[in-house]
Structures are given as C-alpha cells and as structure tokens.
C-alpha cells in the first residue's frame, strides 16, 4: 500500500519513463507531471499506471508546485523522471521523514561511473552549496535532486520559484525555518537514452540554470 505520493516533472521523457515506472516501489503513488511534452509521455505514464497531471507553465518548479499539489498523501516525494536515478533508494529517505528523525529527507549524488555527471553541472553544485553552507549553515550538500517531506509542511513553506531555483529556494527556506534535514548517498545514473537533460545537458543549460539560482539568493 502506498504511503507517499512520488511526483515525477516531466518534459519528453517518454523513454525513460518505459524503464523507470515498473520499478517503482508499490509504497510510493506516481504523479506524472507533463510539463508540455510533445512526445508521449503522458500516454506512456498512463499505461504504466501512474496519474497524470498536466502542468502549461514551463519550468521546473511550476511542474514540482503541480505536482504536489495534485498528491493526495501526507508524505510527498519529488525526483527526476529521466531515469538516473533508482527510486527504490527513496524509501529510506521516506523512513526518516515518517519516523520524524527528519523534516526534510535528501539524497547526496553519487555518480555510478565517469561523465555521469558533467563537470559544469557539478562544479556550479559544489560551488552553490559550499556558498550557502557558509551563509546560512546549510546542512547538506547537493541541491536535493531526490527528496522527501510532509506535504503540508512543504505548502506552508511557500516556495515561490516556478523554474530551476525551485530546490534551492527550498532548501533554503526549510534550513531558515529550522528543519531537521538528513542526507544519504544515492546513486547517480546516466540519463535514459533518448532523453537529454534541461540542466547538465549542455553548458547552456548549466548556464540558465545558475541565472535561475542567483535569482533565488540575489
């Protein structure tokens, strides 16, 4: 029985939905949002049994702020739907915010092999987070690219950025608010093939996405 919805934003990642959705665990209810996808990613999700939400803001947090609005549990989860990352790893970050050892469950990426992760895209992480470590006593180290949390408590919190700096604005509300965060290691995996990444996928991206982060912190 489910106890957590896991939404999963979502643009044309078709492909990588095929392999990711059958290895969801059954204690975690899929919410697909489509965040205007022109491949067939919603029908995809559906078959597969997920519930779809469809979200005409682009930008990732609009699809995120979709998505846990539609959940229907007390639990919510929030991960990338383009396959690099095993949603199995979630449940023990689902144990700590349901056990109330943690407000706020992240997991820390650990690349399963060389080129996973783009050094562009992880320097600007390592940079970002060793910033806010310093500024504001940040307790983690990776922008919580899977994380777990009450919905309600997230919804109170009010995170208001519609694009990438949603999990940064996040992490910094919930730190300023003086949430207990715990952190484990998850694996980091290549994208799904046939898919391509709006962050990390190209320096560009990376570029866009550090316009979207100082426009949290500035």
């Not at 549990?73 to 396959?83: I, P, S, T, Y």
């Not at 060793?130 to 006593?137: F, Q, Y």
Request: proline residues 6%; neutral net charge.
């Amino acid at each position: 029985m489910a106890v957590c919805d896991l939404v999963l934003p979502c643009r044309d990642e078709a492909p990588a939905l095929e392999a990711l959705l059958p290895r969801v665990p059954p204690e975690l209810a899929v919410v697909v949002v489509d965040n205007g996808s022109v491949d067939d990613t919603a029908e995809v999700a559906r078959r597969l049994g997920a519930r779809v939400v469809h979200e005409a803001r682009p930008g990732y947090g609009a699809a995120v702020h979709a998505g846990i609005l539609a959940a229907t549990h007390d639990l919510v989860a929030v991960m990338d739907g383009d396959g690099s990352f095993d949603p199995a790893q979630l449940l023990p970050l689902v144990a700590d915010v349901e056990s109330g050892r943690a407000d706020l469950a992240i997991g820390r990426r650990r690349p399963v092999a060389r080129g996973v992760w783009p050094w562009h895209a992880r320097a600007g992480n390592a940079l970002l987070v060793a910033w806010l470590r310093r500024r504001i006593d940040l307790d983690a180290h990776d922008i919580a690219p899977m994380r777990v949390c009450r919905r309600a408590d997230l919804l109170a919190l009010d995170v208001r950025d519609r694009r990438f700096g949603y999990p940064l604005e996040l992490m910094q509300k919930a730190t300023l608010a003086g949430w207990r965060v715990s952190e484990r290691d998850v694996d980091y995996h290549p994208r799904a093939a046939g898919t391509r990444s709006k962050v990390s996928g190209s320096v560009r991206g990376t570029l866009r996405t550090a316009r979207d982060f100082w426009g949290v912190i500035s």
